[in-house]
């Protein structure tokens, strides 16, 4: 079993930058992934990084602005976002499993999720 405990969101301008968390505790060598869920939308990959940290994946969307990162020290996986949108409004899910992937299926345990909200 794996806990996931999001934290770091918040109300930022557009333009701005944000710093997600996610702290694990129980089996920690898994790959991480960040999601997104907007209101009316589906659940959305944002990216996710391998339990080395050696490979990462970014949706098309926040390339270029995101970067995930791990500390297995720590047992804590980040979200940096910067130049941030109305857009990447949304509840924003941590989540554990196998395989480093963008599929939501493959992923066995979820965070309860952190509210970014970006404003014009």
């Known amino acids: 079993q794996v806990q996931l405990v999001e934290s770091g969101g918040g109300l930022v301008q557009a333009g701005g930058s944000l710093r997600l968390s996610c702290a694990a505790s129980g089996r920690t060598y898994y790959a991480m992934a960040w999601f997104r869920q907007a209101p009316g939308k589906e659940r959305e990959f944002v990216a996710a990084?391998?339990?080395?940290?050696?490979?990462?994946y970014y949706a098309n969307s926040v390339k270029g602005r995101f970067a995930i990162s791990r500390d297995n020290a720590k047992n804590t996986v980040y979200l940096q976002m910067t130049s941030l949108r109305p857009e990447d409004t949304a509840v924003y899910y941590c989540?554990?499993?196998?395989?480093?992937?963008?599929?939501?299926?493959?992923?066995?345990?979820w965070g309860q999720g952190t509210q970014v909200t970006v404003s014009a």
């Open positions: 990084i391998s339990t080395s940290g050696g490979t990462k």
């Open positions: 989540a554990a499993g196998r395989v480093v992937t963008a599929r939501t299926a493959t992923y066995d345990f």
